[in-house]
């Protein structure tokens, strides 16, 4: 069984460095383009069933990857990027002069990050963590996607690596419209990391010269 964990195409919000969360933005035509240049790539797998965060720009990004094939799909509230509360709409840049604090522990710390009225990076990981739990029950065996968002599904990779939250945002980076593939083994039910973010994982070690 493998599953593909699939972030959205570029958005106006994306564009313009303004901070999402479960604030709805669309699409850019660069990031439709995104998700109809992976279509191809993700119609070479027996993909049986797509779960789809309930967000537009996810919607969108899962119609347009499989147009050409359409999967049947359910949209999920809890494959939502992490809620941001009174951080949404506003620009990145007015938020660190206005919030430096939180806004270092978000990008600096994520495992210390707290905001009021917002999730923390744990709970988004747990509500990811018990989706996952959900889809390997209903899906045991079959090839399926999960279309989300670059924070859900960073803490999802973290803890099947397994890697400290502290440690979210070190490389690969979760790019538009970034492809990953976890592998479940059918007999221990164990789960490895295969593609991440469009690289091999895990990476192969850089050769040292005789």
């Avoid at 347009?64 to 359910?74: I, R």
């Avoid at 938020?95 to 710390?109: L, N, T, V």
Wanted: aromatic share 6%; net charge negative; with cysteine.
């Amino acid at each position: 069984m493998r599953i593909h964990l699939i972030r959205h195409g570029q958005t106006d919000w994306n564009r313009e460095k303004r901070v999402q969360g479960h604030s709805e933005s669309s699409l850019t035509t660069r990031g439709q383009e995104q998700a109809q240049a992976l279509a191809p790539v993700m119609q070479g797998y027996d993909i049986r069933r797509v779960y789809c965060s309930s967000s537009q720009r996810t919607r969108q990004t899962a119609a347009l990857l499989f147009a050409a094939n359409p999967v049947e799909t359910s949209y999920h509230d809890d494959l939502r990027e992490i809620f941001l509360g009174p951080w949404e709409g506003h620009l990145q840049s007015d938020i660190r002069a206005r919030d430096p604090e939180s806004f270092a522990h978000f990008w600096e710390r994520p495992d210390a990050f707290r905001l009021i009225g917002a999730e923390s990076v744990e709970q988004t990981q747990a509500r990811g963590l018990a989706m996952l739990k959900q889809i390997l029950s209903e899906q045991a065996g079959e090839n399926v996607a999960i279309v989300s968002h670059g924070v859900l599904i960073k803490t999802l990779l973290c803890a099947l690596e397994p890697r400290p939250l502290a440690r979210l945002w070190e490389p690969p980076v979760m790019h538009n419209c970034a492809h990953s593939i976890v592998v479940v083994d059918p007999q221990t039910r164990q789960i490895r990391i295969e593609q991440y973010a469009g690289e091999a994982w895990p990476p192969t070690p850089a050769t040292t010269p005789e």
